[in-house]
Each structure stands twice: as C-alpha cells, then as structure tokens.
C-alpha cells in the first residue's frame, strides 16, 4: 500500500511564503514521478508542478518562478517552496506521486490527503 503523507501550508500573507513537503511510502517504491497539484475554492484541481527523472520538472505558468521543486530520491520526499504568494494561490494542495510497477501492472496514480493553502492579508 502506497501512502503520501504531506506536511506544511497553512495561511500567509500576500507576498510571503511557505513551504510544504510530501514523504511517500510503501513497499519496494521509487516513485517515478512526484508534484503537487492543487484545487483553488470552487474550481477543479489543477498541475501545479511535477518532477520527473533525469531533473525534468513542468510547473505551471501561474507559478514558474515562484514555486520551487526540489526532491530527495533517497527519502521518497519531495519539497515544495512557494515564494510571492497571491491570494490566487489559495487552494488546497494534493501531493502526488507516480509510481512505476512494471510493465504488467505499469504506472499508477497515488494522492495525499491535501493540506490548505491560504494567502489573505
């Protein structure tokens, strides 16, 4: 059983920032692929970021140059630095993780629980 467990968020005034991190675990796993999405009130979830191997990274225009990816392939952890928040940015936050289990049963989808982001003066 794969589970995500993410920490960090919270509320933040417009113009700071915060961090969140998401550890992964389970049996034999090395995700593959590991991101945050998000779901802004009222609207549908959307890619906020992903990691992928060999240092490909896709962030969403909204973010680029304010968010930042870093990962730890040995921990199963990836970490997320949001800088120059917006009130925009208020969403809760899902991590997720792919994972690669082979060429049978191939690559599957897991979620955190979602922890919120909230950007208010």
């Known amino acids: 059983q794969v589970r995500l467990v993410e920490s960090g968020g919270g509320l933040a005034q417009p113009g700071g920032s915060l961090n969140l991190s998401c550890t992964a675990s389970g049996d034999d796993i090395t995700p593959y692929a590991m991101g945050w999405y998000r779901q802004p009130p009222g609207k549908e979830r959307e890619l906020v970021v992903l990691?992928?191997?060999?240092?490909?990274?896709n962030y969403a225009d909204s973010v680029k140059g304010r968010f930042t990816i870093s990962r730890d392939n040995v921990k199963s952890t990836v970490y997320m630095q949001m800088g120059n928040l917006r009130p925009e940015d208020t969403a809760v936050y899902f991590c997720?993780?792919?994972?690669?289990?082979?060429?049978?049963?191939?690559?599957?989808?897991?979620w955190g629980q979602g922890t919120q982001v909230t950007v208010s003066s």
């Open positions: 990691s992928w191997p060999a240092g490909s990274i």
């Open positions: 997720n993780a792919i994972i690669d289990w082979g060429q049978v049963d191939g690559r599957k989808n897991y």
